[in-house]
């Protein structure tokens, strides 16, 4: 449970709806990029209640605009700023590297355009292409071995 402060209680029970019905989804996410098991995502947790820590302190602007997205991004941010802890892995993203794997995962998974995941990573829209192209060939070579 989220504490209950000077946000008041409609603005929390707002929240918890939020993060009922996309924690789910945004936890596969995290899971994705730490590339951690499943049944252990230690890491992936972490990533993601300080995102949702983050969405929350934020939530009276962001609850107008798309939390889900926002939240998404303050997750990627922060893998982004921790990233180089997550090497290696058990996951099907594990053999990628951290900008690869944050590429991959929101140009595939989470469907967001190559201008908009450029613009989030701060890299130009040729190499984002680039990275999604060899992250995919990379993860399509693991799973023919």
Known sequence: MWPVDAHGPRTYAEFEAFVAGA???LLHVAVLLTAEPEAEP???????????A??????????????YDHT???LCAAFARTGWRHHGGTGPL??????????????????V????TAAQLGLPVERVRALCTRAVAAVRSQEAA
């Open 23 to 25: 924690a789910g989804r």
């Open 42 to 52: 230690a890491a992936a947790r972490r990533l993601l209640a300080g995102a949702l």
């Open 94 to 111: 594990a053999p990628l590297g951290p900008v690869e794997r944050l590429v991959l995962v929101l140009r595939v998974y989470e469907g």
């Open 72 to 74: 998404r991004q303050e």
């Open 54 to 67: 983050r969405t929350y302190a934020q939530w009276r602007r962001v609850r107008r605009d798309d939390p």
């Open 113 to 116: 355009a190559e201008e908009v």
